[in-house]
């Protein structure tokens, strides 16, 4: 087992590894900004470097400088987190070639998943159901004529390393398809640096549902069910829960069977997520495999009773994965707490946070990094904490949910309370009734 990690990140992400490390008697290493010094994952790490000044550029994505708080200190693995450098290929190179074990996928594998084509006719190989599209890229404007005609509008014309809701366009016509040909890979081009387009037929008004994957380094894969993440707002998860309320036992199966498919076509090792668009007929499709510890693992842990990062940590020490079969019993959501004025078109809201009381109580739990007197600084994402509620029902965690969200005061910035709370009381988020078009006309009341 690994003596020392770094953490190659910060927040409530970079302090939750830090406790998991510490429970398997792993030695900890923080890298910091700057703009950091007064968080609680330097705090708490054994040690800490500071490897930069606050722009994440010359920090927490400052290859060199990671690299050389790794040498300095001496660990033999590094956990990149969520975001920054967990899904960059060059880094996890880096490290191989430095002899520091990359806690997260291989570079290949992180190329092979980035490429969003690549990864879809990989799966499509494989047996995983997708989208109906074209078979890779296309390469010429009537290229992509003529395969609209075959796919029939509505279609979607996406970038190859498209992410995060760039780069794509929903095309109804001939027309918009010349227009979206020019305009979206201008976008694609100056997002990404690379426009190569790919195109599907478009879903109307799916659901984002994911299942989560273990593999270990023996060939063994688990998939550890669902987690709905359709309440999104452009692209941002706001709540996430397991089960979907939109789930069927049928369903389930015939989903985490094509999510194992998936993990062990490409010899998955760690744990991963493949994302499914779900239609309303309970048609599922592969849209992307992210190669990382997500934002919302959390209520997988709840309703499984497992440490994902622990899993993470000991899969890639070479242990076997065992006992992960997994039937849902319990219901866990989590609310994502960002430092954002919701009735101020979601304007960031960093700043000091003058008081700051936790709820708490049986089956609540809150990931953060913030405390009273902390102050938010404006370089970063603005998550601030993550309310996670399980219970034995959907109804009870709901209801645990509305009574924490009450309960929870954070002065001194704006939060997404507010709208968790109005959400959580809607009538059809309540009867399980949404899609990722939900938020489009949602509507807050002052
Ligand atoms: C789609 C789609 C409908 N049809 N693809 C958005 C992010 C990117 N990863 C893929 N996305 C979508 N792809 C087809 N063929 C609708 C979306 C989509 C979406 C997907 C998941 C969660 C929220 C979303 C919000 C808008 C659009």
């Known amino acids: 087992m690994f003596k020392k990690i ?3 990140n910060r927040g409530e992400i970079a302090l939750r590894i830090i406790r998991t490390c510490h429970e398997m008697g792993i030695k900890t290493v923080a890298v910091y900004s700057k703009a950091d010094e007064e968080s609680l994952h330097v705090r708490f790490a054994d040690e800490a470097v500071c490897i ?4 994440s ?5 400052h290859i060199p400088a990671i690299i050389a708080a790794a040498e300095i200190t001496n660990v033999d693995a590094i956990h990149p987190g969520y975001g920054f450098l967990s899904e960059n290929a060059k880094f996890s190179k880096i ?18 998943m980035g490429d969003k084509a690549t990864a879809i006719k990989t799966m499509k190989k494989a047996g995983v159901p997708t989208v109906p599209g074209t078979d890779g890229i296309v390469s010429s404007f009537e290229d992509a004529k003529k395969a609209a005609k075959k796919i029939k509008y509505p279609i979607m014309l996406k970038a190859t390393a498209g992410g995060g809701g760039k780069g794509m366009k929903v095309c109804n016509s001939d027309k918009d398809l010349k227009e979206a040909w020019k305009t979206t890979r201008r976008e694609a081009k100056a997002a990404f640096g690379n426009d190569d387009m790919y195109m599907e037929k478009f879903i109307v008004d799916p659901r984002h549902i994911e299942i989560q ?24 998860k706001l709540v996430e829960e397991t089960p979907s309320p939109f789930m069927t036992d049928k369903l389930r199966k015939a989903m985490g069977d094509a999510a194992v498919k998936a993990a062990s076509a490409v010899k998955y090792e760690g744990v991963g997520t493949v994302e499914f668009l779900v239609d309303k007929d309970r048609n599922f499709y592969f849209m992307e495999m992210n190669t990382r510890l997500q934002v919302e693992h959390t209520i ?20 076997k994965i065992s006992g992960m079969d997994y039937f849902p019993t319990k219901h866990s959501i989590q609310c994502r707490i960002n430092a954002e004025d919701p009735f101020n078109d979601w304007r960031p809201s960093p700043g000091k946070i003058t008081t700051y009381h936790a709820p708490g109580g049986h089956g609540v739990r809150i990931d953060t990094h913030v405390y009273s007197g902390y102050t938010i600084p404006p370089h970063y994402d ?11 029902t959907r109804e009870e965690a709901i209801s645990k949910m509305l009574r924490a ?42």
């Open 6 to 8: 770094l953490i190659a």
């Open 52 to 55: 930069g000044p606050a722009s």
């Open 57 to 61: 550029t010359d920090s927490y994505l």
């Open 95 to 112: 490290c191989e070639e430095n002899g520091i074990k990359f806690i997260g996928a291989s570079p290949d594998m992180i190329s092979k």
């Open 213 to 236: 994957i273990v593999g270990d380094s023996h060939g063994n894969y688990c998939h550890l069910s669902e987690r709905d993440c359709s309440i999104q707002r452009r692209h941002q």
């Open 300 to 319: 997988t842990e709840e309703v499984i009773d497992h440490d994902l990062v622990q899993e993470q940590i000991k899969v890639a020490a070479g242990i």
């Open 382 to 392: 603005s998550m601030i904490a993550k309310l996670i509620t399980v219970a034995q």
């Open 405 to 446: 969200l009450n309960e929870y005061i954070i002065e001194g910035v704006k939060t997404t309370i507010p709208f968790h709370i109005q959400l959580l009381n809607n009538e059809d988020f309540r009867a399980g009734n949404f899609n990722t078009g939900f938020l489009d006309d949602f509507e807050l009341k002052e």
